[in-house]
Protein backbone atom coordinates (compact mmCIF):
# COMPACT_ATOMS: atom_id res chain seq x y z
CA UNK A 1 0.00 0.00 0.00
CA UNK A 2 1.20 3.82 -0.71
CA UNK A 3 1.39 6.53 1.03
CA UNK A 4 -1.70 7.80 -1.06
CA UNK A 5 -3.43 4.77 -0.26
CA UNK A 6 -2.35 5.48 3.09
CA UNK A 7 -3.80 8.98 3.12
CA UNK A 8 -7.11 7.97 1.84
CA UNK A 9 -8.26 5.36 3.87
CA UNK A 10 -6.93 7.94 7.14
CA UNK A 11 -9.36 10.86 5.43
CA UNK A 12 -11.85 7.84 5.57
CA UNK A 13 -11.59 7.11 9.07
CA UNK A 14 -11.33 11.06 10.08
CA UNK A 15 -14.15 11.50 7.97
CA UNK A 16 -15.96 9.09 10.07
CA UNK A 17 -15.07 10.13 13.67
CA UNK A 18 -15.70 13.87 12.71
CA UNK A 19 -18.60 14.25 10.84
CA UNK A 20 -20.89 13.62 13.79
CA UNK A 21 -19.53 16.59 16.00
CA UNK A 22 -20.24 18.74 12.55
CA UNK A 23 -23.66 17.60 12.02
CA UNK A 24 -24.12 18.46 16.00
CA UNK A 25 -22.89 22.04 15.00
CA UNK A 26 -25.08 21.95 11.80
CA UNK A 27 -27.85 21.34 14.12
CA UNK A 28 -28.85 18.19 13.06
CA UNK A 29 -29.46 16.11 15.85
CA UNK A 30 -29.33 12.27 14.43
CA UNK A 31 -25.43 13.01 14.67
CA UNK A 32 -25.01 8.89 14.33
CA UNK A 33 -25.77 9.63 10.66
CA UNK A 34 -22.17 10.55 10.76
CA UNK A 35 -20.94 7.39 11.73
CA UNK A 36 -22.65 5.08 8.67
CA UNK A 37 -20.43 5.21 5.85
CA UNK A 38 -21.55 6.56 2.63
CA UNK A 39 -25.16 7.79 3.75
CA UNK A 40 -23.03 10.53 6.45
CA UNK A 41 -21.94 11.50 2.93
CA UNK A 42 -25.45 11.80 1.46
CA UNK A 43 -25.80 13.90 4.98
CA UNK A 44 -22.99 16.04 4.65
CA UNK A 45 -23.68 17.12 0.93
CA UNK A 46 -27.00 18.63 2.08
CA UNK A 47 -25.58 20.29 5.28
CA UNK A 48 -23.63 21.96 2.24
CA UNK A 49 -25.94 22.71 -0.43
CA UNK A 50 -24.57 20.28 -2.96
CA UNK A 51 -26.67 17.87 -4.99
CA UNK A 52 -27.10 14.85 -3.38
CA UNK A 53 -25.61 12.78 -7.08
CA UNK A 54 -22.03 14.31 -6.44
CA UNK A 55 -21.91 10.95 -3.98
CA UNK A 56 -21.20 9.42 -7.55
CA UNK A 57 -18.00 11.33 -7.76
CA UNK A 58 -16.57 9.02 -5.07
CA UNK A 59 -15.69 6.22 -6.73
CA UNK A 60 -14.16 8.36 -9.61
CA UNK A 61 -10.46 8.52 -9.36
CA UNK A 62 -9.27 11.65 -9.39
CA UNK A 63 -12.38 13.40 -9.64
CA UNK A 64 -13.25 12.58 -6.09
CA UNK A 65 -9.76 13.93 -5.11
CA UNK A 66 -11.59 17.68 -6.66
CA UNK A 67 -14.85 17.01 -4.90
CA UNK A 68 -13.58 15.98 -1.47
CA UNK A 69 -11.65 19.26 -1.37
CA UNK A 70 -14.87 20.86 -2.40
CA UNK A 71 -16.39 19.37 0.15
CA UNK A 72 -14.05 20.42 2.54
CA UNK A 73 -13.72 23.95 1.42
CA UNK A 74 -17.98 24.35 1.61
CA UNK A 75 -17.46 22.80 5.42
CA UNK A 76 -15.19 25.91 6.49
CA UNK A 77 -17.34 28.54 4.74
CA UNK A 78 -20.10 27.32 7.19
CA UNK A 79 -17.81 27.89 10.19
CA UNK A 80 -17.10 31.50 8.75
CA UNK A 81 -13.51 30.11 7.76
CA UNK A 82 -12.10 32.87 4.73
CA UNK A 83 -8.82 33.71 5.94
CA UNK A 84 -5.88 32.43 3.34
CA UNK A 85 -4.27 30.51 6.32
CA UNK A 86 -7.09 28.69 6.68
CA UNK A 87 -7.97 27.97 3.33
CA UNK A 88 -4.84 26.55 2.62
CA UNK A 89 -4.32 24.49 5.65
CA UNK A 90 -8.45 23.16 4.50
CA UNK A 91 -6.70 22.44 0.96
CA UNK A 92 -3.31 21.01 1.86
CA UNK A 93 -4.25 19.10 5.14
CA UNK A 94 -7.60 18.12 5.52
CA UNK A 95 -6.73 15.18 8.32
CA UNK A 96 -5.70 18.15 10.63
CA UNK A 97 -8.00 21.00 9.66
CA UNK A 98 -11.44 19.04 9.47
CA UNK A 99 -10.96 17.40 12.66
CA UNK A 100 -9.69 21.01 13.91
CA UNK A 101 -13.13 22.60 13.08
CA UNK A 102 -15.34 19.31 14.33
CA UNK A 103 -13.68 19.37 17.78
CA UNK A 104 -12.74 22.65 18.99
CA UNK A 105 -15.08 24.04 20.91
CA UNK A 106 -14.52 27.91 19.53
CA UNK A 107 -15.20 26.61 16.09
CA UNK A 108 -19.10 26.86 15.36
CA UNK A 109 -21.45 27.76 12.33
CA UNK A 110 -22.00 31.27 11.97
CA UNK A 111 -25.19 30.77 9.81
CA UNK A 112 -23.55 33.94 8.27
CA UNK A 113 -25.75 34.64 5.07
CA UNK A 114 -24.17 35.35 1.62
CA UNK A 115 -23.83 38.42 0.98
CA UNK A 116 -22.26 39.19 -2.06
CA UNK A 117 -24.15 43.36 -2.11
CA UNK A 118 -21.83 43.67 1.01
CA UNK A 119 -18.06 44.76 0.59
CA UNK A 120 -16.94 44.19 3.55
CA UNK A 121 -18.69 40.56 2.88
CA UNK A 122 -16.38 40.70 -0.54
CA UNK A 123 -12.91 41.97 1.09
CA UNK A 124 -13.40 39.33 3.25
CA UNK A 125 -13.83 36.28 0.98
CA UNK A 126 -11.03 37.85 -1.81
CA UNK A 127 -7.94 35.76 -0.77
CA UNK A 128 -9.97 32.65 -0.43
CA UNK A 129 -11.95 32.97 -3.51
CA UNK A 130 -8.33 33.46 -5.02
CA UNK A 131 -6.45 30.31 -3.66
CA UNK A 132 -9.89 28.51 -4.60
CA UNK A 133 -9.18 29.31 -7.82
CA UNK A 134 -5.66 28.68 -7.78
CA UNK A 135 -5.89 25.21 -7.02
CA UNK A 136 -9.04 24.12 -9.24
CA UNK A 137 -6.80 25.45 -12.31
CA UNK A 138 -3.06 26.25 -11.52
CA UNK A 139 -1.97 29.71 -13.27
CA UNK A 140 -4.75 29.05 -16.09
CA UNK A 141 -7.72 29.94 -13.99
CA UNK A 142 -6.46 33.20 -13.36
CA UNK A 143 -4.84 33.80 -16.66
CA UNK A 144 -8.17 33.60 -17.96
CA UNK A 145 -10.26 35.65 -15.75
CA UNK A 146 -7.39 38.34 -16.60
CA UNK A 147 -7.96 37.68 -20.13
CA UNK A 148 -11.57 38.59 -19.47
CA UNK A 149 -11.12 41.60 -16.89
CA UNK A 150 -8.94 43.13 -19.81
CA UNK A 151 -11.82 42.60 -22.46
CA UNK A 152 -14.27 44.49 -20.16
CA UNK A 153 -15.88 41.95 -18.25
CA UNK A 154 -16.76 42.95 -14.87
CA UNK A 155 -18.20 42.31 -11.71
CA UNK A 156 -22.09 41.31 -11.75
CA UNK A 157 -24.16 43.08 -9.20
CA UNK A 158 -25.35 41.02 -5.86
CA UNK A 159 -23.44 38.45 -7.45
CA UNK A 160 -20.85 35.87 -6.47
CA UNK A 161 -17.00 37.38 -6.75
CA UNK A 162 -15.41 36.76 -10.31
CA UNK A 163 -13.17 34.95 -8.90
CA UNK A 164 -15.87 32.27 -6.83
CA UNK A 165 -18.08 32.77 -10.18
CA UNK A 166 -14.93 30.96 -12.44
CA UNK A 167 -14.18 28.68 -9.88
CA UNK A 168 -17.35 27.05 -9.69
CA UNK A 169 -17.27 27.54 -13.61
CA UNK A 170 -13.62 25.83 -14.14
CA UNK A 171 -13.85 22.91 -11.49
CA UNK A 172 -17.32 21.88 -13.64
CA UNK A 173 -15.43 22.07 -16.38
CA UNK A 174 -12.57 20.04 -15.44
CA UNK A 175 -14.36 17.56 -13.79
CA UNK A 176 -16.26 16.94 -16.58
CA UNK A 177 -13.64 17.03 -18.87
CA UNK A 178 -11.06 14.93 -16.84
CA UNK A 179 -14.20 12.05 -16.73
CA UNK A 180 -14.02 11.68 -20.33
CA UNK A 181 -10.02 12.08 -20.64
CA UNK A 182 -9.27 9.10 -18.15
CA UNK A 183 -12.40 7.30 -18.29
CA UNK A 184 -13.59 7.07 -21.75
CA UNK A 185 -11.47 8.95 -24.65
CA UNK A 186 -8.99 11.37 -24.78
CA UNK A 187 -7.28 13.03 -27.93
CA UNK A 188 -3.91 12.28 -29.60
CA UNK A 189 -2.15 13.07 -32.58
CA UNK A 190 0.19 11.04 -34.63
CA UNK A 191 3.57 12.88 -34.65
CA UNK A 192 5.64 10.57 -36.99
CA UNK A 193 5.60 8.03 -39.59
CA UNK A 194 5.90 5.29 -37.62
CA UNK A 195 2.34 3.59 -38.33
CA UNK A 196 2.69 4.61 -42.20
CA UNK A 197 -0.13 3.95 -43.99
CA UNK A 198 -2.60 2.84 -41.24
CA UNK A 199 -1.85 5.83 -39.57
CA UNK A 200 -0.54 9.14 -40.89
CA UNK A 201 1.19 12.25 -39.74
CA UNK A 202 -1.04 14.62 -39.02
CA UNK A 203 -3.88 12.38 -38.06
CA UNK A 204 -6.12 13.49 -34.97
CA UNK A 205 -7.74 10.71 -32.92
CA UNK A 206 -9.23 9.62 -30.30
CA UNK A 207 -8.15 6.63 -28.26
CA UNK A 208 -10.68 4.44 -26.37
CA UNK A 209 -9.92 3.51 -23.05
CA UNK A 210 -12.80 1.72 -22.56
CA UNK A 211 -12.20 -1.34 -24.27
CA UNK A 212 -9.41 -2.47 -21.83
CA UNK A 213 -10.87 -0.71 -18.60
CA UNK A 214 -9.24 3.10 -17.88
CA UNK A 215 -6.45 2.83 -15.98
CA UNK A 216 -6.88 5.18 -13.03
CA UNK A 217 -4.62 8.14 -12.41
CA UNK A 218 -0.91 7.19 -10.97
CA UNK A 219 0.16 11.07 -10.33
CA UNK A 220 -2.98 12.79 -9.82
CA UNK A 221 -1.63 16.42 -8.86
CA UNK A 222 -1.24 17.79 -11.95
CA UNK A 223 -2.01 20.72 -14.28
CA UNK A 224 -5.41 19.79 -16.58
CA UNK A 225 -4.96 18.56 -19.52
CA UNK A 226 -1.19 18.63 -19.50
CA UNK A 227 0.33 15.50 -20.35
CA UNK A 228 3.96 15.96 -18.34
CA UNK A 229 5.07 19.08 -19.12
CA UNK A 230 3.88 23.00 -19.15
CA UNK A 231 4.21 23.56 -23.01
CA UNK A 232 7.21 25.12 -23.89
CA UNK A 233 9.36 24.56 -21.04
CA UNK A 234 10.74 21.28 -19.28
CA UNK A 235 8.89 21.95 -16.11
CA UNK A 236 6.95 19.14 -14.84
CA UNK A 237 3.16 19.57 -14.83
CA UNK A 238 2.41 17.82 -12.05
CA UNK A 239 3.98 17.02 -8.62
CA UNK A 240 4.70 13.08 -6.86
CA UNK A 241 3.35 14.52 -3.39
CA UNK A 242 0.79 11.79 -3.96
CA UNK A 243 1.44 8.84 -6.15
CA UNK A 244 -1.12 5.83 -6.31
CA UNK A 245 -0.26 2.36 -7.30
CA UNK A 246 -1.41 0.64 -10.92
CA UNK A 247 -5.33 -0.03 -10.90
CA UNK A 248 -7.23 -0.57 -13.70
CA UNK A 249 -10.91 -0.96 -14.46
CA UNK A 250 -12.56 -3.94 -15.89
CA UNK A 251 -13.01 -3.27 -19.28
CA UNK A 252 -15.60 -4.70 -22.58
CA UNK A 253 -12.79 -6.46 -24.40
CA UNK A 254 -9.37 -8.07 -24.07
CA UNK A 255 -6.11 -7.18 -24.68
CA UNK A 256 -5.71 -8.82 -28.43
CA UNK A 257 -3.10 -9.37 -31.16
CA UNK A 258 -3.45 -6.93 -34.13
CA UNK A 259 -4.66 -3.83 -32.07
CA UNK A 260 -3.49 -0.72 -32.26
CA UNK A 261 -2.78 0.70 -28.75
CA UNK A 262 -1.65 3.72 -27.47
CA UNK A 263 0.33 3.41 -24.58
CA UNK A 264 3.40 5.08 -22.22
CA UNK A 265 7.08 4.35 -23.58
CA UNK A 266 8.85 2.07 -21.35
CA UNK A 267 12.18 3.33 -22.04
CA UNK A 268 10.46 7.18 -21.23
CA UNK A 269 11.43 7.27 -17.34
CA UNK A 270 15.14 9.53 -17.96
CA UNK A 271 14.85 12.22 -20.27
CA UNK A 272 17.97 14.38 -21.27
CA UNK A 273 16.79 18.17 -21.05
CA UNK A 274 17.53 19.52 -24.44
CA UNK A 275 15.04 20.23 -27.29
CA UNK A 276 17.29 18.51 -29.83
CA UNK A 277 17.50 15.37 -27.63
CA UNK A 278 15.08 14.71 -25.51
CA UNK A 279 12.22 12.31 -27.43
CA UNK A 280 15.60 10.29 -27.58
CA UNK A 281 15.47 7.20 -25.70
CA UNK A 282 18.22 7.59 -22.86
CA UNK A 283 19.33 4.16 -22.59
CA UNK A 284 19.99 3.94 -26.41
CA UNK A 285 21.52 7.29 -26.24
CA UNK A 286 23.78 6.55 -23.30
CA UNK A 287 25.25 3.45 -25.69
CA UNK A 288 25.92 5.46 -28.41
CA UNK A 289 27.57 8.30 -26.71
CA UNK A 290 29.64 5.78 -24.37
CA UNK A 291 31.02 4.51 -28.01
CA UNK A 292 31.72 7.46 -29.55
CA UNK A 293 33.46 8.82 -26.74
CA UNK A 294 35.68 5.72 -26.75
CA UNK A 295 36.28 6.28 -30.59
CA UNK A 296 37.21 9.62 -29.79
CA UNK A 297 39.89 9.06 -27.14
CA UNK A 298 41.44 6.25 -29.09
CA UNK A 299 41.20 8.76 -32.32
CA UNK A 300 39.70 5.53 -34.27
CA UNK A 301 36.88 4.98 -36.64
CA UNK A 302 34.64 2.19 -36.83
CA UNK A 303 36.15 -1.28 -37.22
CA UNK A 304 35.28 -4.74 -36.29
CA UNK A 305 38.48 -4.55 -34.34
CA UNK A 306 37.69 -1.48 -32.28
CA UNK A 307 34.30 -2.02 -31.62
CA UNK A 308 35.45 -5.68 -29.98
CA UNK A 309 37.68 -4.03 -27.77
CA UNK A 310 35.58 -1.36 -27.24
CA UNK A 311 32.79 -4.17 -25.27
CA UNK A 312 35.61 -5.26 -22.86
CA UNK A 313 35.44 -1.36 -22.01
CA UNK A 314 31.77 -0.55 -22.59
CA UNK A 315 30.74 -0.50 -18.75
CA UNK A 316 33.61 1.77 -17.74
CA UNK A 317 32.33 4.45 -20.70
CA UNK A 318 28.45 4.19 -20.12
CA UNK A 319 29.04 4.78 -16.72
CA UNK A 320 30.85 7.76 -17.36
CA UNK A 321 28.45 8.78 -19.96
CA UNK A 322 25.71 8.87 -17.64
CA UNK A 323 27.65 10.58 -15.08
CA UNK A 324 28.32 13.71 -17.87
CA UNK A 325 25.04 13.83 -18.79
CA UNK A 326 23.19 13.81 -15.29
CA UNK A 327 25.75 16.96 -14.76
CA UNK A 328 24.42 18.61 -18.00
CA UNK A 329 27.48 17.93 -20.15
CA UNK A 330 27.47 18.36 -23.84
CA UNK A 331 27.20 15.09 -26.13
CA UNK A 332 29.22 14.65 -29.46
CA UNK A 333 28.37 13.25 -32.89
CA UNK A 334 30.54 11.93 -35.98
CA UNK A 335 30.49 14.62 -38.76
CA UNK A 336 31.09 12.52 -42.08
CA UNK A 337 32.02 15.50 -44.07
CA UNK A 338 34.79 16.37 -41.57
CA UNK A 339 35.44 13.07 -41.10
CA UNK A 340 35.81 14.12 -37.10
CA UNK A 341 34.81 14.19 -33.91
CA UNK A 342 32.49 17.51 -32.91
CA UNK A 343 30.97 18.56 -29.81
CA UNK A 344 26.81 19.20 -31.00
CA UNK A 345 25.84 20.49 -28.01
CA UNK A 346 28.15 23.05 -25.25
CA UNK A 347 25.82 21.45 -22.35
CA UNK A 348 22.38 19.87 -21.61
CA UNK A 349 20.02 20.73 -18.48
CA UNK A 350 20.94 17.17 -16.98
CA UNK A 351 18.10 14.67 -16.95
CA UNK A 352 14.46 14.38 -15.48
CA UNK A 353 13.08 11.05 -14.31
CA UNK A 354 9.13 11.08 -15.01
CA UNK A 355 6.66 8.59 -13.51
CA UNK A 356 4.89 6.00 -15.68
CA UNK A 357 2.05 7.18 -16.61
CA UNK A 358 3.61 10.57 -17.31
CA UNK A 359 6.14 8.67 -19.87
CA UNK A 360 5.20 9.68 -23.56
CA UNK A 361 2.59 7.94 -25.16
CA UNK A 362 3.38 6.42 -28.43
CA UNK A 363 1.12 4.54 -30.79
CA UNK A 364 2.05 1.48 -32.46
CA UNK A 365 0.20 -2.29 -33.43
CA UNK A 366 0.98 -5.09 -30.89
CA UNK A 367 2.06 -7.99 -33.26
CA UNK A 368 2.38 -10.53 -29.50
CA UNK A 369 0.75 -10.64 -26.68
CA UNK A 370 2.06 -12.52 -23.31
CA UNK A 371 3.20 -16.19 -23.74
CA UNK A 372 3.50 -16.15 -27.42
CA UNK A 373 6.86 -16.99 -29.40
CA UNK A 374 7.59 -14.59 -31.11
CA UNK A 375 10.15 -14.42 -34.41
CA UNK A 376 10.63 -12.54 -37.66
CA UNK A 377 12.30 -13.77 -40.65
CA UNK A 378 12.81 -11.18 -43.29
CA UNK A 379 10.23 -8.73 -42.24
CA UNK A 380 7.55 -11.37 -42.14
CA UNK A 381 6.20 -12.19 -38.39
CA UNK A 382 5.89 -15.30 -36.97
CA UNK A 383 4.28 -16.24 -33.58
CA UNK A 384 4.90 -19.69 -32.50
CA UNK A 385 6.16 -20.98 -35.44
CA UNK A 386 3.11 -19.82 -37.98
CA UNK A 387 3.78 -16.72 -40.21
CA UNK A 388 1.73 -13.34 -39.64
CA UNK A 389 -0.47 -12.10 -42.30
CA UNK A 390 1.04 -7.88 -43.32
CA UNK A 391 -1.33 -5.28 -42.33
CA UNK A 392 -2.86 -4.32 -45.46
CA UNK A 393 -1.31 -0.31 -45.13
CA UNK A 394 1.96 -1.47 -43.97
CA UNK A 395 5.23 -0.20 -45.28
CA UNK A 396 9.03 -1.78 -46.27
CA UNK A 397 12.15 0.55 -47.29
CA UNK A 398 12.98 -0.54 -50.57
CA UNK A 399 16.23 0.19 -53.39
CA UNK A 400 14.55 1.53 -56.53
CA UNK A 401 16.98 1.80 -59.10
CA UNK A 402 16.00 3.87 -62.37
CA UNK A 403 17.30 2.76 -66.00
CA UNK A 404 20.03 4.86 -67.73
CA UNK A 405 19.16 7.96 -68.37
CA UNK A 406 16.07 8.21 -66.26
CA UNK A 407 15.66 10.89 -63.29
CA UNK A 408 14.36 9.40 -60.14
CA UNK A 409 11.16 11.05 -58.62
CA UNK A 410 10.36 14.31 -57.56
CA UNK A 411 9.31 14.79 -53.73
CA UNK A 412 6.12 16.77 -55.89
CA UNK A 413 5.65 13.93 -58.21
CA UNK A 414 5.84 10.99 -55.46
CA UNK A 415 3.34 12.57 -53.18
CA UNK A 416 1.07 13.02 -56.01
CA UNK A 417 1.26 10.06 -57.92
CA UNK A 418 2.06 7.76 -54.97
CA UNK A 419 0.81 9.28 -51.75
CA UNK A 420 4.74 9.02 -50.56
CA UNK A 421 5.33 12.08 -48.42
CA UNK A 422 7.64 10.81 -45.78
CA UNK A 423 10.03 8.03 -46.29
CA UNK A 424 11.31 9.41 -49.65
CA UNK A 425 15.45 9.58 -49.53
CA UNK A 426 18.19 9.52 -51.92
CA UNK A 427 21.44 7.75 -50.90
CA UNK A 428 22.76 10.41 -49.45
CA UNK A 429 19.86 10.45 -46.52
CA UNK A 430 18.47 13.78 -47.54
CA UNK A 431 15.14 13.84 -47.02
CA UNK A 432 12.40 14.83 -49.50
CA UNK A 433 14.70 15.50 -52.82
CA UNK A 434 14.07 18.59 -54.71
CA UNK A 435 13.08 18.09 -58.19
CA UNK A 436 15.23 16.94 -61.28
CA UNK A 437 18.03 16.09 -58.23
CA UNK A 438 20.46 12.98 -58.97
CA UNK A 439 22.45 11.08 -57.33
CA UNK A 440 24.45 8.47 -59.69
CA UNK A 441 25.73 4.82 -58.67
CA UNK A 442 27.15 1.95 -59.52
CA UNK A 443 24.96 -1.23 -59.56
CA UNK A 444 26.76 -4.67 -58.86
CA UNK A 445 28.60 -5.72 -62.13
CA UNK A 446 26.65 -3.50 -64.82
CA UNK A 447 29.47 -0.77 -64.83
CA UNK A 448 26.00 1.27 -65.70
CA UNK A 449 25.58 4.82 -64.31
CA UNK A 450 22.14 4.90 -62.90
CA UNK A 451 20.12 6.88 -60.10
CA UNK A 452 18.61 5.25 -57.18
CA UNK A 453 16.21 6.57 -54.76
CA UNK A 454 15.45 4.62 -51.30
CA UNK A 455 11.46 4.30 -50.67
CA UNK A 456 9.37 3.52 -48.25
CA UNK A 457 6.12 2.11 -49.44
CA UNK A 458 3.56 -0.11 -49.12
CA UNK A 459 2.98 -3.38 -50.99
CA UNK A 460 0.84 -1.87 -53.41
CA UNK A 461 2.39 1.26 -54.71
CA UNK A 462 5.75 -0.77 -54.72
CA UNK A 463 4.25 -2.85 -57.36
CA UNK A 464 3.04 0.38 -59.38
CA UNK A 465 6.35 1.72 -59.30
CA UNK A 466 7.85 -2.07 -60.25
CA UNK A 467 5.42 -1.61 -63.19
CA UNK A 468 6.98 1.51 -64.44
CA UNK A 469 8.72 1.54 -67.75
CA UNK A 470 11.64 3.94 -66.45
CA UNK A 471 11.98 1.25 -63.78
CA UNK A 472 15.49 -1.13 -63.38
CA UNK A 473 15.37 -2.85 -60.51
CA UNK A 474 13.53 -2.97 -56.75
CA UNK A 475 15.39 -4.34 -54.47
CA UNK A 476 13.73 -4.51 -50.60
CA UNK A 477 16.15 -3.61 -47.67
CA UNK A 478 16.32 -6.40 -45.31
CA UNK A 479 19.17 -6.42 -42.71
CA UNK A 480 20.31 -9.86 -41.67
CA UNK A 481 21.47 -10.75 -38.62
CA UNK A 482 24.74 -9.60 -38.21
CA UNK A 483 27.79 -8.79 -35.33
CA UNK A 484 26.64 -5.44 -33.49
CA UNK A 485 29.67 -4.18 -34.74
CA UNK A 486 28.57 -3.51 -37.78
CA UNK A 487 26.03 -1.17 -37.20
CA UNK A 488 29.34 1.27 -36.92
CA UNK A 489 28.51 4.11 -34.86
CA UNK A 490 25.25 2.28 -32.87
CA UNK A 491 26.33 0.23 -30.08
CA UNK A 492 23.87 -2.75 -29.86
CA UNK A 493 20.84 -0.87 -31.37
CA UNK A 494 18.75 -3.60 -31.26
CA UNK A 495 16.73 -5.52 -28.52
CA UNK A 496 17.95 -7.09 -26.32
CA UNK A 497 20.64 -4.38 -26.87
CA UNK A 498 23.68 -7.09 -26.09
CA UNK A 499 26.69 -7.95 -28.63
CA UNK A 500 26.08 -11.77 -27.58
CA UNK A 501 22.81 -11.41 -30.12
CA UNK A 502 23.03 -10.79 -33.38
CA UNK A 503 19.48 -9.83 -34.11
CA UNK A 504 18.22 -7.19 -36.50
CA UNK A 505 15.37 -5.50 -37.57
CA UNK A 506 14.53 -8.02 -40.03
CA UNK A 507 15.33 -11.26 -37.96
CA UNK A 508 14.61 -11.43 -35.20
CA UNK A 509 14.44 -13.73 -31.81
CA UNK A 510 13.16 -16.11 -31.63
CA UNK A 511 11.89 -15.27 -27.85
CA UNK A 512 9.18 -15.68 -25.51
CA UNK A 513 6.46 -12.74 -24.37
CA UNK A 514 6.26 -12.89 -20.78
CA UNK A 515 3.21 -13.54 -19.04
CA UNK A 516 1.75 -13.43 -15.51
CA UNK A 517 3.31 -15.81 -13.67
CA UNK A 518 5.38 -17.76 -16.24
CA UNK A 519 8.60 -18.53 -14.90
CA UNK A 520 11.58 -18.78 -16.89
CA UNK A 521 15.34 -20.21 -15.41
CA UNK A 522 17.81 -17.78 -14.98
CA UNK A 523 20.11 -18.56 -17.53
CA UNK A 524 23.06 -15.38 -19.25
CA UNK A 525 20.55 -15.34 -21.87
CA UNK A 526 17.48 -15.12 -20.40
CA UNK A 527 18.73 -12.27 -18.11
CA UNK A 528 20.11 -10.16 -20.86
CA UNK A 529 16.43 -10.86 -22.89
CA UNK A 530 14.48 -10.06 -19.30
CA UNK A 531 16.69 -7.90 -17.33
CA UNK A 532 14.50 -4.55 -18.22
CA UNK A 533 11.75 -6.08 -17.31
CA UNK A 534 13.12 -7.70 -13.86
CA UNK A 535 14.89 -4.12 -13.22
CA UNK A 536 12.36 -1.41 -14.20
CA UNK A 537 8.57 -2.65 -14.46
CA UNK A 538 8.16 -5.16 -11.83
CA UNK A 539 8.62 -3.48 -8.79
CA UNK A 540 11.80 -5.41 -7.30
CA UNK A 541 13.92 -2.91 -5.28
CA UNK A 542 17.18 -4.50 -7.11
CA UNK A 543 18.37 -6.89 -9.66
CA UNK A 544 21.62 -7.87 -10.97
CA UNK A 545 23.80 -10.28 -12.94
CA UNK A 546 27.53 -11.21 -10.77
CA UNK A 547 29.28 -13.91 -10.90
CA UNK A 548 26.99 -15.94 -13.12
CA UNK A 549 24.11 -15.60 -11.47
CA UNK A 550 21.14 -12.98 -10.48
CA UNK A 551 20.51 -11.25 -7.55
CA UNK A 552 17.18 -10.09 -7.21
CA UNK A 553 16.32 -8.36 -3.84
CA UNK A 554 19.16 -9.73 -2.12
CA UNK A 555 18.84 -13.33 -3.22
CA UNK A 556 20.05 -15.24 -5.62
CA UNK A 557 17.57 -16.37 -8.13
CA UNK A 558 17.62 -19.73 -9.81
CA UNK A 559 14.33 -19.07 -11.66
CA UNK A 560 12.05 -15.79 -12.20
CA UNK A 561 8.42 -15.60 -12.20
CA UNK A 562 6.76 -12.45 -13.63
CA UNK A 563 4.17 -10.70 -11.94
CA UNK A 564 2.47 -8.97 -14.86
CA UNK A 565 1.58 -9.39 -18.72
CA UNK A 566 3.29 -7.94 -21.85
CA UNK A 567 3.11 -7.59 -24.88
CA UNK A 568 5.12 -6.10 -28.22
CA UNK A 569 4.48 -3.18 -30.63
CA UNK A 570 5.45 -2.58 -33.86
CA UNK A 571 4.92 0.32 -36.08
CA UNK A 572 3.11 -0.54 -39.40
CA UNK A 573 6.19 1.30 -41.17
CA UNK A 574 8.30 -1.44 -40.61
CA UNK A 575 12.01 0.01 -41.67
CA UNK A 576 10.60 3.67 -40.15
CA UNK A 577 9.60 2.87 -36.79
CA UNK A 578 11.33 2.81 -33.29
CA UNK A 579 9.79 0.34 -31.67
CA UNK A 580 10.05 -3.23 -29.39
CA UNK A 581 12.63 -4.12 -31.66
CA UNK A 582 14.95 -1.47 -30.02
CA UNK A 583 13.82 -1.01 -26.16
CA UNK A 584 11.52 -4.80 -25.38
CA UNK A 585 8.48 -5.37 -24.04
CA UNK A 586 5.38 -3.43 -22.89
CA UNK A 587 4.03 -3.81 -19.72
CA UNK A 588 0.52 -4.12 -18.93
CA UNK A 589 0.40 -1.25 -16.76
CA UNK A 590 2.08 0.86 -19.24
CA UNK A 591 -0.94 0.74 -21.55
CA UNK A 592 -3.20 3.89 -22.46
CA UNK A 593 -6.18 2.42 -24.79
CA UNK A 594 -6.81 1.82 -28.44
CA UNK A 595 -6.84 3.39 -31.28
CA UNK A 596 -10.34 4.04 -32.34
CA UNK A 597 -11.23 6.88 -34.41
CA UNK A 598 -9.56 9.83 -36.76
CA UNK A 599 -11.74 12.93 -36.91
CA UNK A 600 -9.54 15.16 -38.47
CA UNK A 601 -6.03 14.75 -40.48
CA UNK A 602 -4.37 17.17 -42.32
CA UNK A 603 -1.11 16.83 -44.76
CA UNK A 604 2.12 17.70 -42.59
CA UNK A 605 3.65 19.63 -45.39
CA UNK A 606 0.33 21.32 -46.49
CA UNK A 607 -1.57 24.14 -45.34
CA UNK A 608 -5.51 23.66 -44.63
CA UNK A 609 -7.13 25.31 -47.00
CA UNK A 610 -4.44 24.44 -50.23
CA UNK A 611 -5.17 20.83 -49.75
CA UNK A 612 -4.10 19.97 -46.53
CA UNK A 613 -7.67 18.57 -45.34
CA UNK A 614 -7.12 14.59 -46.21
CA UNK A 615 -10.97 14.30 -46.17
CA UNK A 616 -11.26 10.63 -46.90
CA UNK A 617 -9.74 10.17 -43.16
CA UNK A 618 -12.08 12.58 -41.88
CA UNK A 619 -14.30 10.70 -39.09
CA UNK A 620 -12.99 7.32 -40.12
CA UNK A 621 -12.76 4.71 -37.56
CA UNK A 622 -9.12 3.04 -37.28
CA UNK A 623 -8.85 -0.90 -38.62
Known amino acids: MGIFEILIYLMLVLHIVTLPKI ?27 KPWWWIFFGIVPLVNLIVMVALHVETARLFGKFSAKDTILCILVPWYYIPYLGF ?13 KKKEYREKRFLHDHITLFFIAPFVGHAVLLIFKLIGSKQ ?19 VAATIIRVFFFEAFTIPTGSMEKTMRIGDYLFVNKMKYGARSPMTPLSVPFVHNRIPGTFMKSYVTWIEASYLRLPGYGDFERGDIMVFNWPV ?6 HESVVAHDYYSFVRDQALLRYMRATNQLPHPEVLKEF ?41 QTLTLDKKENYVKRCVAIHGDKLEIKNGIIYIDDQPQPLPEESQFMYEVYFKPGALPFSREFADETYGIYQGLTDVTGNNYIAPNYTFDTILGQDSVSLNMLYISATQDVIGQIKARPDIYKVKPMFDPKRPFYELQFQYCPVFPNSPKFDWSRDNFG ?36 KDGAAFINGQKAENYTFKQNYYWMMGDNRHGSVDSRYWGFVGEDHIVG ?18 GLRWDRVFSFVE
Open 23 to 49: FEKGGIKETWKGYVPVYNYLVWLKLVG
Open 268 to 273: GDSVIL
Open 311 to 351: NKKASKYMEQTRQHLIEGGDFIEFNNQQMAYVTKLEETDGL
Open 594 to 611: TASFVWMSKHPEKGWFSG
Open 104 to 116: KDENQFTNEPVAW
Open 156 to 174: REGKGSMEYEWTNAIGFAV
Open 510 to 545: PLVIPEEGMTVPMTEENWIVYRRVIQAYEGNEEAYW
